[in-house]
């Protein structure tokens, strides 16, 4: 009768490991969910202060005082659109000798 009851103890063995099997593989989906949201959290907190970084860097550039005559000229002279003239002389603080320059390099 020996021989029976191992058969069962295997069967019994068997279920619960792949009961074990289971709720393991549970618990490693929802470790890997969470590692998921939380790289996805750290990629969205790097692009939001990247984006933030940006509109910093606009709202200064916007504040650099230009001469208009100095953008018509840059933009005459190398034949670009005033927003690139525009845009670069603010980059220089309105420095028309180094966007001028830089425009050139």
Sequence with gaps: ???????VDRMVDSKDMQQQS?????????????????????????ELNSFSNEKLAEKELAAV??????VDV????????????ERTLREHKGDAVAAIRSLLH
């Design 74 to 85: 840059i933009a005459n002279e190398l034949e670009l659109d005033k927003k690139v003239a």
């Design 1 to 7: 009768m020996e021989g029976g009851d191992e058969g």
């Design 22 to 46: 289971k709720a393991f593989d549970k618990l490693t989906d929802r470790v890997e969910d969470r590692q998921l949201d939380s790289s996805r959290v750290q990629t969205f907190s790097v």
């Design 65 to 70: 005082k230009i001469n208009a005559a100095d």
